[in-house]
């Protein structure tokens, strides 16, 4: 009678929607707002105009010039993400107009003040994150249409023209395809409280699919984003003020703080979809990359953060598979393990692709039309780890997860 009690009280303990996450659009905010109230047009004609801003080297200028603004008249939720979308993606072409060689070292107190107070309110970190690149960042041409490329725009935009705007979309349809994956999840963990074998062995193929399905959005970069342009002209404004070297003392956000402060660029690494996975399938990192991968989640939203943290603290899927001897399960739960290794490989070969072999073209290359590359960035993820080495230990450590039958 007290195990079943325990049962009811434990069993809505993912509920999704308390966690803001979306049983249709995953981590993705849904609908995101494009406009913000007219007190706000300052930043929002900026915004508009950003990439040819930064291209013209006109946009510190224009900051410079800019109002400080109260916060008072942002109202929603919705409201305030596109706030830190605008005031992140201001900020990143501030210091970045010129190039790796001359960042700004002062980011002026009227982008400073207010992009430091929203951040508060949302919980995020002061600098452009996954949170506003991707999650909050995307609009559909026709409503009514569907949720493909064809269908989709940014609502902020960078240089980089149709490549920047194929790896921003790209990754969105990334995070939509993982949404059947996440509430396969959540059944997964009611299953494994309620001890229901039948639902749980649903619940692990139902993410295997999705699991491959996220393998194959992926592969639709190829399609959209030129690994030259990705390289020599996008990567830079994703670029973050912390294990920089071209900014190793930091940013000093004026009318904040008088020391600079230090944060990591945008990088997916910040996405919470692989966090989810691994807590799920109970995928232990070696301590470097587990210490770079929690040092992500505070760049999450606090909700997601939360709910890749109560997947942690739900019973072990793998003690439960090993104890109840459960062989379909064990299969389920192997193959589940097999796709994510397979997706880390996959990613591994994307990142080569516009990472490594572009940075090693570009050093070979004669002067062309694009600008020199960051040479700063050139072994370290814009998130700030050293990509190759890194990515191979998460995917090995994917694959020792593999569980064998036991008897
Ligand atoms: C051109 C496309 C991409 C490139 C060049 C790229 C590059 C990188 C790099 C350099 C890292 C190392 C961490 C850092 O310092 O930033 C990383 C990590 C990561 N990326 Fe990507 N990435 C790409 C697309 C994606 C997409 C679309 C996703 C899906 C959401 C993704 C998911 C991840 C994850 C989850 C990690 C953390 C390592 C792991 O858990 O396996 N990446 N990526």
């Not at 207010?114 to 690149?133: A, M, Q, R, Y």
């Not at 996405?271 to 995928?283: T, Y």
Request: charged share 20%; hydrophobic share 40%; glycine share 6%.
């Amino acid at each position: 009678m007290e195990s079943h009690r325990q049962t009811l009280k434990a069993a809505p303990l993912l509920s999704l929607g308390r966690y803001h996450v979306s049983e249709e659009y995953g981590f993705l905010l849904p609908n995101p707002l494009k406009e913000l109230p007219d007190h706000y047009r300052p930043w929002m004609e900026i915004a508009s105009k950003l990439p040819h801003l930064i291209e013209s080297h006109q946009l510190r200028a224009h900051v410079n010039k800019m109002p400080l603004l109260d916060l008072q008249f942002l109202n929603s939720y919705r409201e305030q993400r596109l706030a830190h979308l605008v005031l992140s993606s201001i900020t990143m072409g501030y210091v970045w107009q010129e190039g790796e060689t001359q960042p700004a070292e002062v980011l002026p107190r009227n982008l400073a003040i207010p992009f430091v107070e929203i951040s508060k309110n949302l919980g995020l970190p002061p600098i452009l994150t996954h949170v506003d690149l991707v999650l909050s960042n995307w609009t559909k041409r026709n409503p009514e249409g569907p949720l493909e490329i064809s269908n989709l725009e940014t609502i902020v935009s960078f240089p980089g023209g149709e490549s920047l705007r194929g790896f921003i979309l790209v990754t969105v349809l990334v995070e939509k395809v993982a949404a059947p994956g996440i509430k396969a999840l959540a059944l997964a963990v009611s299953a494994l409280l309620q001890l229901n074998q039948d639902v749980l062995l649903h619940a692990l193929q139902l993410l295997r699919l999705s699991i491959e399905d996220v393998t194959r959005a992926l592969g639709q970069m190829h399609d959209y984003v030129d690994p030259d342009i990705f390289y020599a002209v996008i990567r830079i404004f994703f670029s973050g003020w912390k294990d920089n070297p071209a900014m190793s003392a930091g940013l000093i956000y004026e009318g904040v703080s008088t020391e600079p402060l230090k944060y990591s660029g945008g990088s997916a690494a910040q996405s919470s979809v692989l966090h989810a996975f691994d807590e799920l399938l109970g995928i232990h990192h070696t301590k470097e990359s587990a210490a770079f991968l929690y040092r992500m989640r505070d760049y999450m939203p606090p909700s997601h953060k939360a709910f890749i943290e109560e997947i942690h603290s739900a019973p072990s899927l793998r003690d439960h598979i090993l104890s109840s001897g459960h062989g379909h399960c064990l299969t389920a739960y192997n193959q589940c393990v097999e796709a994510l290794a397979e997706l880390r490989s996959y990613h591994i070969t994307v990142v080569t692709k516009y990472l490594i072999t572009a940075a090693a073209k570009a050093r070979s290359r004669r002067p062309t039309h694009l600008p020199r590359p960051p040479q700063a960035l050139e072994d370290i993820g814009t998130g700030g780890s050293a990509i190759l080495s890194f990515l191979k230990s998460v995917r090995d450590k994917t694959l020792e997860a593999i569980l064998k039958p036991s008897g």
